[in-house]
């Protein structure tokens, strides 16, 4: 299960003045702020789930049970891997030495001659620099802002998508 150690800074990654103007809004149209913001924040989450891409550099902690010969980080960018634990036979939880495991790109993998230790749990940082967001992801999330402004519920996302969302949908935050 994936789980954020830090929130985004919804403002960093695309500010509501940005925001009103895709959606063609006044500057005189001030009542539609609590309306705008739900809707900026509910298409990053959205467009974090649909990419698997973290829109901001922050902190995440991942539990998995089962392992096979890699493990994939479900949200990238990758920026720094910064610890892995395992729950060892007796449930003593444990932190895998750093030269026991090695990062590459988005996936784990354990030295050769290291144990496969079951389950899992890693700390990472994930996410684009600000100003780093490609230039069409920020153009999807956008689109996603205007989408979200003209339509306020929320867009299909199946549980499990929901459940997965970084940035929680569930909360309407």
Same mark, same amino acid.
């Given at each position: ?22 959606? =063609?809004?006044?500057?005189? *149209?001030? $009542? ?6 739900? %809707?900026?924040?509910? !298409?990053?989450? #959205? ?46 939880? =444990?932190?895998?030495?750093? *030269?026991? $495991? ?6 784990? %993998?354990?030295?050769? !001659?290291?144990? #496969? ?57």
């Amino acid at each position: 299960m994936l789980r954020e150690l830090e929130r985004p800074d919804a403002e960093a990654i695309i500010s509501l003045a940005d925001c009103r103007i895709e959606a =063609r809004l006044g500057e005189d *149209e001030t $009542w539609f702020g609590p309306i705008l913001e739900s %809707a900026r924040d509910r !298409a990053i989450a #959205w467009c974090e789930v649909f990419t698997g891409l973290s829109l901001q550099l922050r902190s995440f902690k991942w539990s998995t049970d089962g392992l096979s010969g890699r493990l994939r980080l479900p949200i990238g960018p990758i920026g720094q891997v910064t610890e892995v634990r395992f729950t060892d036979r007796i449930g003593q939880v =444990r932190v895998v030495a750093p *030269e026991a $495991w090695y990062a590459i790109g988005d996936r784990i %993998a354990f030295a050769p !001659a290291s144990p #496969w230790p079951c389950p899992v749990t890693v700390e990472f940082r994930a996410g684009f620099e600000t100003g780093g967001i490609p230039q069409a992801l920020l153009g999807a999330l956008k689109t996603a802002v205007v989408i979200m402004v003209d339509n306020p519920s929320e867009p299909d996302m199946t549980p499990a998508e929901k459940q997965a969302a970084p940035f929680s949908m569930r909360t309407g935050t």
